[in-house]
């Protein structure tokens, strides 16, 4: 719209039509689908799954609570329904609650429109700002979501009874848009009340005073399962008035857990150096996660965050950083060596199933462990290591440091045919920083393995013998 109406008149003239929220989405979606543009960008693992539920929500105009564990995207998915919105819809200039031209709610849109008939001043709001979210917590007051009696508009001279004394909360002002609120079982009973008369009466009640507010505003809720169904803290009525109840899940695989990781990390640039990572450390990060997932020593109520597998990818490249950088070193590549420095970004990201004797350090340690073996065993078997394995026998030892330069490793072991077969199928040839990644994969998996044994150094080294 080259020149948008600036006036009721010019409104009415255009021929705009204003949609209810709900009819301006399911346009907006089928004209999405319809084109095959990305209706959900960004947000990975859930094509086959969730967001099939959330298009046939949106087509028939319910409601949505998401039902899932902590970082399983439940808030961006919220947020994203803000793409379904027109980029810009008019509303009467000055409205606190975004007063639709034609169907005005507010005593003071339609005192306006009274007063000025078609010269009305019309202004344009963008899709981002008809979007409002609350985080529920057992503090969350009615003033905070419906509203509250102004007592500086009642000093001015104006009676309780009069509308323009209220101050309106976050609901009434995303009038026309999306309110999400999140970890809705948080929310104290009497204030769920006042949310379901929101949603199915239309009216609300501030200090006795009942104010009829017919508000067209789509509903978006998010909630952890076991809150939503064990401690059933969602008032009956409530969940009944959701119409879809939509359930979120981690990454059921190592590639979406990877794609997450790729997409959500923090970029690192190091001038003079390239980060590289090969992909058995990025497998292995993700492994990481996806046992704990399934560890009988964590708490699975409260679930493995995606942000765990983030946060340990992001240290893992940190600390190769920072050794390329102390060493000159062309690369930073992650390597095994750096994998002790994931206990800082693993720690305080689960809860133990059971207090006492059960350390979290040894918990994560054992998890580490598992992930480098089961990676391990996906590129590998310990018979093809025979002649490495021969040679350890045979008196071989290798010490691996994450300050060790990686050239020490190709002295060490690269004239062994195994590891130079190993070399070659990770793609790691003519890079001493890949070569040495290679070495210490090789030799972990070979411990784990039962293989090698390996002794702790003083300081952050370790030594591998037969």
Same mark, same amino acid.
């Given at each position: ?15 705009? *039509?204003?949609?209810?929220?709900? &009819? ?6 089928? !004209? ?30 319910? +409601? ?26 008019? /509303? ?10 034609? !169907?005005? /709610? ?59 004394? /209220? ?18 079982? +948080?929310?104290? &009973? ?12 239309? +009216? ?30 969602? /008032?009956?009525? =409530? ?50 996660? #996806? ?39 062309? *690369? ?26 059960? *350390? ?42 994450? =300050? ?10 690269? #004239? ?19 070569? !040495? ?6 030799? &972990?998996?070979?411990? =784990? ?18």
């Amino acid at each position: 719209m080259s020149q948008r109406p600036q006036t009721l008149g010019e409104l009415r003239e255009s021929g705009y *039509q204003v949609l209810p929220v709900r &009819e301006e989405m399911r346009r907006n979606l089928l !004209a999405k689908i319809a084109s095959g543009e990305p209706i959900f960008p960004g947000i990975i693992g859930y094509d086959d799954t969730v967001i099939p539920q959330i298009e046939n929500a949106i087509l028939a105009g319910q +409601d949505i609570i998401f039902l899932g564990e902590r970082g399983q995207a439940k808030t961006r998915l919220a947020r994203a329904l803000v793409n379904l919105l027109d980029e810009e819809v008019p /509303i009467v200039a000055g409205s606190e609650i975004n007063d639709n031209p034609f !169907a005005p /709610i507010s005593k003071y849109a339609r005192d306006l429109i009274a007063e000025m008939g078609d010269k009305t001043p019309i202004a344009w709001i963008r899709r981002e700002d008809r979007y409002a979210e609350k985080l529920a917590t057992p503090d969350t007051t009615i003033a905070d979501l419906i509203g509250e009696v102004d007592p500086i508009k009642v000093a001015e001279g104006r009676y309780l009874s009069d509308e323009l004394t /209220i101050h309106y909360g976050l609901i009434p002002r995303t009038n026309r848009g999306i309110f999400a609120i999140n970890e809705l079982p +948080d929310l104290a &009973e009497r204030i769920q009340v006042g949310l379901l008369n929101i949603m199915e009466e239309r +009216d609300v009640q501030i200090r006795g005073y009942r104010v009829r507010l017919p508000l067209d505003v789509y509903i978006v809720a998010s909630a952890n399962p076991e809150d939503y169904t064990n401690r059933g803290r969602i /008032i009956t009525p =409530l969940k009944d008035r959701y119409g879809a109840q939509i359930r979120t899940h981690y990454p059921t695989s190592l590639d979406v857990e990877i794609a997450i990781m790729e997409q959500e990390r923090m970029p690192l640039e190091v001038p003079g150096i390239a980060i590289v990572v090969p992909a058995f450390m990025r497998e292995i990060v993700a492994e990481l996660t #996806h046992l704990a997932r399934r560890s009988h020593d964590i708490s699975q109520r409260s679930g493995v965050s995606v942000r765990m597998s983030i946060a340990n990818y992001e240290t893992l490249i940190s600390n190769a950083a920072k050794r390329a950088v102390r060493l000159g070193e062309k *690369q930073a590549v992650p390597r095994i060596s750096d994998l002790p420095a994931l206990m800082a970004s693993t720690l305080g990201k689960i809860e133990l199933e059971t207090l006492g004797d059960v *350390q979290e350090e040894r918990v994560i340690e054992k998890l580490i462990n598992g992930a480098v073996l089961a990676t391990f065993n996906r590129y590998f078997s310990v018979r093809d290591f025979d002649d490495l394995i021969l040679a350890f026998e045979n008196g071989l030892e290798v010490e691996c440091s994450d =300050l060790q330069p990686a050239m020490r490793y190709v002295h060490q072991v690269a #004239h062994i045919d195994s590891l130079r077969n190993a070399v070659s199928r990770l793609n790691a040839a003519g890079s001493p920083e890949q070569i !040495a990644a290679v070495v210490e994969f090789v030799l &972990e998996g070979l411990h =784990l393995s039962r293989r090698l044994n390996k002794d702790r150094l003083e300081g952050r080294g370790t030594r591998y013998r037969g």
